[in-house]
């Protein structure tokens, strides 16, 4: 399998930059994963590393040599597009053989491969379907299989599980990630499903307007975020903007508009100074409710709404001088408070407050 | 639409269809088969086959129509492929240039043909000229017999058929289907041949099939050309001499026959419907701006082919100015003199004037009858409205002869259908024949209208209290406009230039469309054929006038009105 370095990649449509000075490493047999809202340029960076769009400037390396003028039809990847892209004039059988007869493999070899690539995604004895008869998710299963038979360099999937109702996705995305690991492949995996990427990801990146926001294994983005659109993008998270008092330890103390909260930073190098802007991001699960004002980052609110989801009950608090209100969400919760319009204390532990530059 | 209406529509057309369309294929199939004792005979059929000039019509007629439809392709096929690849310099305006010659009336083209390829013509004067041909013995390009300069002549007419076909059916095609191909190593031409065409053929075969029988039974063409041993211009001879002979009859059966015969050959080998357009389209189609070679290709290649198109209407034009053009380039003597004569001559003004009042009321009826079966196919439940569809398509595939033929008897004095024949004045079957002929268009134009419109538009403005009839026409027919001036622009202009049934129905001189005095100039001697391309060119003029209107209403957007 191949590792891929992408050094500088730059990718213009018209005055538009898609792609903006980009740096990847991704190390070989690594299920690395492109994030980020709509219009981030995930799609284009997939595309280019594919070979369909040429970049402007950078280069994008497998196992360093440089490949980023090298036409899509030499570069050995292949792609699981978001449409399947099944030939329709084709059956099962000669979609997923298609790979394998442009790379002159013998007949008999052929026959064997595509079969064995059937059954790996449960579709075997279905190889002379035609693909208008399938459903959504065999459809998908032959697109993965048209991908894996060729034994790419890098294994390229563009939301492969759009398409597909929320049971199906769970269970293909195990599989997806089985026969990743099985083959020990590379593989560039597109969503804007962050469960999906947290689920089965070695590591992600998360890119915004064309630029890398961050890159790192599923627990540290999701714990360390950098920035503040990286904290709401992956998972949830309340935002408050503040000034940073003073330090004491490992804890920083912040002035905001909700109180003095202590946190620490979400970047171990970076000690923000008295009176820095600084942006605090608290997951609502990190939060905790209590009727009584705790000792330490008490958040003062009334409730606005409560809902009760069974394994977990969500609050939230309408803070004065804020103007989002704060959520919060109550694991195994016992006894759930419908008093909306009652006086109730948040908290957090400093270590689950995080300081990010201001956004 | 409350179901009472629109099941009153349905009978309505399914009544027009089957006294206008089902009762005259009949009437010509009975006469084929039927002796004046009233006795089953398959005589006529078989005595047809027994004589060779009917069975070399009948082969020149295939030949005529297949290498039409392959010179066709030939031309479209690469041009549309270009037009889906590269983004070249001035593409939308070539894009629409190129599809102009359908609106061309070819056997007018054909007079201008004679004038180039002909021995004492321009071509031959030119290669004189370059001192590459001997003056003395001048090459016949049109040659015995004439077919090349038919089948070029239907080729440049009929290629933008094929061009909107495989145009519409590349765009259906969903990129991600070639990058799929791309991705795993198939690469230019291979791409070509194993993903590209085989996913357009459908597409491919829609134009084809069109074409195939529009140029299998063509009248116009060979008989400009005076290429009588084909099987059209023998039917049409053999009106001459109708009432005692059946032979016409059983060679329009024969090319009825055939005509399903080839249509069913090519469904099956090609036709098979692969659902691609059931794909979901994810990624849109990027164009690649043309490299500086790429664009001289494309524009070259477009401006060649309509240059080449239009090449015979100059042809014509020219002719329509000269005095005399013997042997030369260009004319010898220019003057003004033919349409000055054209003006004053009785043929004429009277069958400009016809042709206008047919073609518009043919239109007319067209958008009513079009709106309404696509309102009840489209928009309503009612059980058997495919079958209302599949009827409204089915004037395409049978021959234009053949309709006019059917005509033509049910209006024989003694004929139930006499009366519609007001004296001797055509207009109520020919408009009726012209409306039947192009209804296709307009349906699907109509259709297109219907399923782009949301429903619920119309829905929203019965919820705020406006009836359902007053909906339909205060809200969806004011949005779907375009669309129905469009088919109705295409059903005006090939009504205007209808050939079949024009020279069959109208007998007397002072019903004669443009395109019968047209045939009736060329046949006449002296000065016949110039003051013929005066006409033709003023029947141009108003096509132009009334397509460029029509395009000026429309927006820029001119390539909307031929998308049939």
């Not at chain 1, 990847?77 to 030939?87: E, H």
């Not at chain 1, 079969?115 to 190889?127: P, R, S, T």
């Not at chain 1, 409730?303 to 989801?309: A, G, I, N, P, V």
């Not at chain 2, 005399?324 to 349409?339: F, K």
């Amino acid at each position: 399998m191949v590792s891929i370095q992408i050094r500088g990649l730059v990718k213009r449509f018209g005055s538009v930059v898609a792609l903006n000075q980009l740096d990847i490493d991704i190390a070989s047999g690594e299920l690395f994963f492109l994030l980020g809202p709509s219009g981030c340029g995930k799609t284009t960076l997939l595309r280019s590393i594919a070979g369909f769009h040429l970049p402007e400037e950078g280069e994008i390396l497998f196992d360093g040599d440089d490949v980023s003028q090298v036409p899509p039809h030499k570069r050995e990847t292949a792609m699981m597009f978001q449409s399947y892209a099944l030939w329709p004039h084709l059956n099962v059988f000669k979609n997923v053989a298609f790979g394998l007869e442009e790379r002159r493999v013998k007949k008999a070899e052929i026959k064997e491969r595509v079969e064995e690539a059937l059954a790996m995604v449960k579709m075997d004895g279905l190889g002379n379907r035609k693909i208008n008869q399938l459903s959504g998710g065999q459809q998908q299963r032959v697109a993965l299989a048209r991908a894996l038979v060729v034994r790419p360099r890098c294994l390229m999937l563009d939301e492969p599980l759009s398409n597909l109702d929320a049971k199906l996705r769970i269970e293909m995305r195990t599989e997806i990630r089985r026969i990743c690991k099985e083959f020990g492949l590379t593989a560039i995996y597109v969503t804007h499903d962050q469960k999906e990427a947290l689920s089965i990801a070695d590591r992600l990146a998360v890119l915004d307007g064309g630029n890398i926001a961050q890159v790192g294994t599923p627990e540290e983005v999701y714990r360390h975020p950098r920035t503040a659109l990286v904290a709401g993008f992956i998972g949830e998270t309340n935002l408050v903007d503040g000034q940073v008092a003073f330090q004491s330890g490992d804890d920083i103390y912040v002035k905001t508009a909700i109180g003095e909260l202590v946190g620490r930073p979400s970047d171990p190098d970076w000690t923000p100074q008295p009176d820095e802007q600084v942006t605090v991001s608290v997951r609502p699960e990190c939060l905790s409710i209590d009727i009584s004002p705790p000792a330490q980052n008490a958040i003062a609110g009334r409730l606005t709404e409560s809902t009760y989801l069974g394994e977990v009950a969500h609050y939230s608090l309408s803070v004065e001088g804020h103007e989002d209100p704060i959520h919060l969400s109550e694991l195994n919760p016992r006894r759930v408070i419908r008093d909306t319009g009652e006086t109730l204390y948040a908290t957090a532990k400093p270590e689950d407050v995080v300081l990010l530059p201001p956004r | 639409m409350n179901k009472g209406l629109a099941t009153t529509i349905y009978g309505i057309t399914i009544a027009f269809f089957a006294l206008f369309f089902v009762y005259p294929i009949w009437h010509t199939v009975k006469e084929a088969f039927v002796t004046p004792e009233g006795s089953i005979t398959f005589a006529y059929i078989a005595e047809l086959f027994k004589n060779p000039i009917y069975v070399e019509g009948l082969i020149n007629s295939f030949y005529m129509g297949l290498l039409t439809t392959l010179l066709c392709l030939l031309i479209a096929l690469p041009l549309a492929l270009m037009a889906n690849h590269w983004d070249f310099k001035g593409k939308e305006i070539l894009n629409s240039l190129i599809l102009v010659p359908l609106i061309l009336p070819p056997f007018v083209g054909a007079l201008g043909i004679r004038q180039i390829l002909g021995q004492a013509g321009v071509f031959n004067a030119f290669l004189i000229d370059l001192g590459l041909m001997d003056a003395n013995a001048p090459y016949d390009w049109l040659g015995e017999g004439q077919l090349l300069g038919v089948v070029l002549m239907n080729a440049l007419h009929l290629y933008p058929i094929a061009y909107l076909n495989i145009s519409a059916a590349l765009a259906n095609v969903d990129p991600a289907m070639e990058e799929a191909a791309e991705n795993l190593g198939c690469h230019g031409l291979r791409r070509l041949f194993r993903i590209t065409l085989p996913m357009i053929m459908p597409g491919v075969f829609a134009g084809a099939t069109i074409i195939f029988i529009w140029s299998f039974t063509e009248l116009g063409v060979p008989l400009i050309f005076d290429f009588s041993r084909v099987t059209s211009v023998q039917i049409f001879h053999g009106i001459k001499d109708l009432s005692g002979n059946p032979f016409p009859y059983a060679l329009v059966v024969v090319m009825l026959v055939a005509t399903v015969f080839f249509y069913l050959i090519g469904k099956w080998l090609f036709g098979r419907d692969i659902g691609a357009s059931s794909g979901r389209a994810a990624t849109g189609r990027v164009l690649k701006p043309a490299s500086p070679m790429a664009n001289l290709l494309c524009v070259s290649s477009f401006v060649l082919v309509t240059g080449l198109a239009i090449l015979p209407h100059i042809g014509v034009t020219l002719l329509s100015v000269s005095e005399q053009w013997y042997g030369t380039i260009l004319p010898q003597h220019w003057t003004n003199q033919h349409y000055l004569d054209a003006l004053g001559h009785p043929l004429t003004l009277n069958s400009i004037g016809n042709s206008l009042k047919y073609a518009s009321l043919a239109t007319g009826v067209n958008v009513i009858l079009g709106v309404a079966i696509a309102y009840v196919v489209v928009r309503t439940k009612l059980p058997g409205r495919q079958f209302l569809d599949a009827m409204a398509m089915l004037p395409l595939a049978v021959p234009g002869l053949v309709l006019a033929f059917g005509y033509l008897a049910m209006t024989r004095e003694g004929q139930p259908f006499d009366f519609l024949i007001l004296g001797e004045n055509p207009i109520l079957i020919l408009v009726i024949a012209y409306a039947v002929r192009r209804l296709p268009y307009v349906v699907r134009s109509a259709a297109a209208g219907f399923q782009q419109t949301s429903v619920t538009l119309e829905e929203a403005a019965q919820n705020l209290g406006c009836p359902p009839l007053k909906a339909l026409t205060k809200v969806t027919l004011p949005l779907i406009a375009a669309n129905l001036i469009a088919g109705g622009l295409l059903a005006f202009s090939f009504a205007m230039l209808e050939v079949s049934d024009s020279l069959i129905l109208a007998e007397q001189q002072q019903y004669f469309p443009i395109t019968k005095a047209i045939y009736a100039l060329v046949t006449s001697l002296g000065n016949g054929p110039h003051l013929a391309s005066a006409l033709g060119v003023w029947a141009m003029a108003f096509l132009a006038i009334t397509i460029v209107g029509a395009g000026v209403i429309l927006g820029k957007k001119l390539g909307a009105l031929f998308r049939v």
